[in-house]
């Protein structure tokens, strides 16, 4: 069965940075829509960023300009690199994942999801 499995997270004081990874099994990059969503405190979950099979992108308003998603079709894996860090930004972050190929943005589905990595900014 897919497996999405990421890494990456931590703690980071605000203006830091960190790089997310969601490892894919069982699964190719390549073709595929692939996200990243989280899921702070008390808050429902939420899209951050999302790409393609084209390699178009698109972000959540309040993270644009700090954070960038990427896809290694060779390494079967997605990033999210994460800059000028703040304490809202604080949440369990997912990497989700479309069964279909050559869906584009903006109707990607996402069907499979891993199990989080956390990330938590202290001011």
């Known amino acids: 069965q897919v497996q999405l499995v990421e890494s990456g997270g931590g703690s980071v004081q605000a203006g830091g940075s960190l790089r997310l990874s969601c490892a894919a099994s069982?699964?190719?990059?390549?073709?595929?829509?692939m996200g990243w969503f989280r899921q702070g405190p008390g808050k429902e979950r939420e899209g951050v960023a999302s790409i393609d099979s084209s390699g178009s992108t698109s972000y959540a308003d309040s993270v644009k300009g700090r954070f960038t998603i990427s896809k290694n079709n060779a390494k079967n894996t997605l990033y999210l690199q994460m800059n000028s860090l703040k304490p809202e930004d604080t949440a369990m972050y997912y990497c989700?994942?479309?069964?279909?190929?050559?869906?584009?943005?903006?109707?990607?589905?996402?069907?499979?999801w891993g199990q989080g990595t956390q990330v938590t900014v202290s001011s």
């Open positions: 989700a994942a479309d069964r279909t190929l050559y869906n584009y943005l903006p109707r990607c589905d996402f069907d499979y």
């Open positions: 069982k699964y190719t990059t390549r073709g595929h829509c």
